[in-house]
């Protein structure tokens, strides 16, 4: 249940169209549900603006259905992350309309009424291609919280002037988060040029001295750029969920 949804049954008592002992039913309704493995926060939605999300990796897919099947029951919408194998063909049976993204090992579900709009475009940013899977977990996550989205692909610093040529479509962004692995330079350079806040995501891409994504962590808590704020390695969801709250501020 959304905020949204509160306010429209609170407005309903208020004109007398709702009566008081049905708000409080509606209100109170499962506001948590357990499952043998699983328990479902329903009202997540009512403090935080969007129902829990599932963490696939870990769950089994008849797990996944089964709590996706009960949050998509409210009409509130639904996310799953980091589907693991099987999972997504078993959504896809039972739960028409969810969208599977391959490529970010998402499944998303549209809530019956759209999400409040967030305040400008989020650009994200990635260092090289092999960063795609934790971009698209991010972009998807940002389009489920209703956010307009711009992507800016393989700008490392490798080639520096490919990120240069894109100054004007980083500059006009509400936030931007920055998706490296390897060395992770990319973030402070991308501090560098804008004014507007910067999410910085190191990814477990890299050959061996990269640690899995320790080497490029360290390198963007040690920014020399003002401002930066660091997610964990490969964490795109957390990304897009803070710049999220950043545009509907």
Same mark, same amino acid.
Not at 33 to 56: C, K, M, N, W
């Given at each position: 249940m959304h905020r949204e949804h509160v306010r429209d049954l609170l407005h309903g008592v208020a004109d007398g169209s709702v009566d /008081?002992? $049905?708000?409080?039913? !509606? #209100?109170?309704?499962?506001?948590? %549900?357990?499952? *043998?493995?699983? !328990?479902?926060? +329903? +009202?997540? &939605? #009512? $403090?935080?603006?969007?129902?829990? /999300?599932?963490?696939? *990796?870990?769950? !089994?897919?008849?797990?996944?259905?089964?709590?996706? %099947?009960?949050?998509?029951e409210r009409g509130d919408g639904l996310l799953v992350t980091r589907l693991p194998a099987g999972a997504a063909e078993l959504l896809v049976e039972h739960l028409p309309g969810i969208e599977i993204n391959a490529l970010g090992r998402t499944a998303y579900l549209a809530a019956a009424a759209p999400p409040p709009s967030g305040k400008g475009i989020v650009a994200i940013v990635t260092a090289g291609t092999s960063d795609l899977p934790v971009a698209e977990e991010a972009a998807v996550t940002l389009g489920a919280l209703g956010d307009c989205v711009a992507r800016i692909t393989d700008v490392g610093v490798a080639g520096i +002037?490919?990120?240069? &040529?894109?100054? %004007?479509? #980083?500059?006009?962004?509400?936030?931007?988060? /920055?998706?490296?692995?390897?060395?992770? &330079?990319?973030?402070s350079v991308v501090g560098g040029l804008v004014r507007s806040p910067v999410i910085a995501v190191p990814t477990s891409v890299g050959y061996g001295a990269s640690f899995g994504g320790i080497a490029p962590l360290l390198t963007m808590l040690n920014s020399c750029a003002a401002g930066i704020t660091v997610v964990n390695i490969d964490n795109g969801f957390g990304a897009a969920v803070a710049a999220s709250r950043i545009t509907h501020g």
């Open positions: /008081v002992a $049905r708000a409080l039913d !509606t #209100l109170a309704f499962e506001p948590a %549900e357990s499952l *043998a493995f699983a !328990t479902i926060d +329903h +009202h997540r &939605a #009512l $403090r935080q603006g969007f129902p829990e /999300v599932i963490y696939g *990796a870990g769950k !089994t897919p008849e797990q996944i259905r089964a709590i996706a %099947e009960r949050i998509a +002037h490919r990120v240069l &040529a894109k100054r %004007e479509e #980083l500059a006009s962004a509400a936030v931007v988060i /920055v998706i490296a692995g390897m060395d992770g &330079a990319l973030p």
